[in-house]
């Protein structure tokens, strides 16, 4: 795709100089006059390249602005070549600048203005319509951490992946940093970038948009989200606050692998390795293979063993999931043993007189 819009300019480039050359618009001067089209042509591919960055609403927004404008600077236009006592000269200045004022107002307050635009009505071109997947936009925790890749696998990312230019710069500074582990985890997230391009059902697209006048990494990130009326992924928490605040739209991966733990209910069993010693008293702690962690009563002593226990409750945190469970030994002789009141009643109960007769 790149290489066709690379052919197309260079196409539309020769075409004008070409032009330009024959035609001359400089009088008896066709060099130059092929090189004001080259000029001229540069100037209409950056203009191209930077419009092209926009989002639809702005450009819809810009567009009917400067229409409103031209009509607007028109009327005042025809107003002014009314009047007999102002030279023809300046009749043509002033409606030139006028024309040129009007349209440059409604073109910068019809971009900026853009996003009140509803474009429910016109179908397809609404970016909240349900056929348009919205571009997901990485942060650099989510590129390190590492899981994103193996979700991207499986086929549930919808949309295009976008990596900002300037989050490949901090990635590429945390690489290069001269702390081990900070530097290995550049380097792995570089390595799962290159995973994601390598995956063909993927769209991985990189992004040249900046904001020089933002220093934080986390604020460029949610503008560059509004400006593509996109997503941000990533599993930073107070970015995902922020950005909430700010009504950009969030993927929290730590979220999603908290739903996709499974559910165990009161009663239920489950065969697990403890660990280590709890906090409390003769308690043990396993942890299941997503990283839940299982607190066990009366499992001081299986530390290093595997035992199957019972679900006794569930506790839900910030953090995910506690499962709190008896080991199914301890229950089953509790179930056997008689309780103390069962005992008292046992020994208080006073002997049949028929039995004492009888004997």
């Known amino acids: 795709m790149k290489f066709d819009i690379t052919l197309i300019r260079l196409g539309f480039t020769a075409a004008l100089v070409l032009a330009s050359f024959y035609l001359c618009p400089l009088a008896n001067r066709p060099l130059l006059s092929a090189l004001a089209g080259f000029v001229l042509a540069v100037l209409i591919i950056f203009f191209e390249i930077r419009i092209r960055k926009a989002s639809v609403k702005t ?9 409103l404008g031209i009509l607007g600077a ?4 025809a107003l002014i070549s009314l009047q007999p006592a102002i030279p023809n000269h300046l009749k043509a200045y002033f409606i030139i600048t006028i024309t040129l004022f009007m349209a440059y107002v409604g073109l910068i307050v019809g971009a900026f203005k853009g996003d ?4 429910s009505i016109f179908g397809g071109l609404s970016s909240d319509s349900p056929t348009r997947s919205k571009s997901l936009i990485l942060d650099t925790s989510v590129i390190i ?16 992946i976008v990596i900002p230019q300037f989050m490949l710069r901090e990635l590429q500074q945390i690489a290069d940093s001269a702390d081990t582990i900070r530097r290995n985890r550049g380097r792995r997230g570089l390595d799962i970038l290159q995973r994601l391009q390598k995956n063909h059902n993927l769209d991985v697209v990189v992004s040249d948009i900046d904001f020089p006048d933002i220093r934080e990494v986390d604020l460029k990130l949610i503008e560059l989200a509004k400006q593509l009326d996109g997503k941000i992924v990533t599993n930073d928490f107070n970015l995902n606050k922020v950005a909430q605040v700010r009504g950009v739209q969030v993927l929290n991966i730590n979220e999603l692998a908290n739903a996709l733990k499974p559910v165990f209910l009161p009663g239920e069993t489950m065969k697990v390795f403890i660990l280590k010693e709890g906090k ?25 063993k595997t035992v199957d226990i019972t679900v006794t409750s569930v506790l839900q945190t910030t953090a995910g999931k506690m499962i709190f469970g008896k080991v199914i030994e301890d229950m089953s002789r509790e179930r056997s043993q008689p309780s103390a009141t069962t005992q008292s009643r046992e020994t208080s109960t006073p002997p049949n007189p028929r039995t004492l007769n009888s004997v």
């Open 59 to 67: 450009l819809i927004g810009g567009a009917l602005g400067s229409i």
């Open 74 to 77: 028109s009327l005042i236009g």
């Open 116 to 119: 009140y635009l509803n474009l």
């Open 145 to 160: 951490d590492g899981r994103l890749a193996d979700v991207a696998e499986t086929g549930f990312l919808n949309g295009p």
């Open 280 to 304: 409390e008293f003769n308690q043990g702690v396993a942890y299941l293979d997503d990283g839940t962690m299982v607190v066990v009563d009366n499992a001081r002593k299986m530390i290093g």
